[in-house]
C-alpha cells in the first residue's frame, strides 16, 4: 500500500524557520507529483507547493513565495518543505499528498490519491 509520512513539525516564533519532510513507499516516487497542502483550524484545505514529477519544477502558493522552497530526493523518496520567515497565519497542520503516475500536480486535494497523516506546524506571535 501507499504510504506517505509527515515530519518535522512543532512549535516556532514568528520569523523561524523549519523544516517539514514527506517519505514515500509503495510508489515509483520519481513518477509522482508531489504536493503540500495545509489546513488551519475552521478553514478549509489549502494548496501550499508542489513539485512535479520529471523535471521538478517548483510551484507556491502566492503567500508563501519567496518564504517557502519544496524541493525532492528521488533516491530516498522523500520531499520537503524549507519554511523560512515564518508567520502567525502559517499555522496549520501540513498535509504531503501524492498525485500519478505521470501526473501533473493539481490545486484541488480532491484530485489527490494518496495522503500523509499530517504534521503539525504552529508559530507563536
Known amino acids: 500500500q501507499v504510504q506517505l509520512v509527515e515530519s518535522g513539525g512543532g512549535l516556532v516564533q514568528a520569523g523561524g524557520s523549519l523544516r517539514i519532510s514527506c517519505a514515500a513507499s509503495g510508489l515509483t516516487f520519481s513518477y509522482y507529483s508531489m504536493v503540500w497542502f495545509r489546513q488551519a483550524p475552521g478553514k478549509e484545505r489549502e494548496f501550499v507547493a508542489a513539485?512535479?514529477?520529471?523535471?521538478?519544477?517548483?510551484f507556491y502558493e502566492d503567500s508563501v513565495k519567496g518564504r517557502f522552497t519544496v524541493s525532492r530526493d528521488n533516491v530516498v523518496n522523500t520531499v520537503y518543505l524549507q519554511m523560512n520567515s515564518l508567520k502567525p497565519e502559517d499555522t496549520a497542520v501540513y498535509y504531503c499528498a501524492a498525485r500519478g503516475p505521470r501526473k501533473l500536480h493539481s490545486r484541488k486535494s480532491q484530485e489527490y490519491d494518496y495522503w500523509g497523516q499530517g504534521t503539525q506546524v504552529t508559530v507563536s506571535s
Open positions: 513539485i512535479t514529477w520529471g523535471d521538478g519544477s517548483p
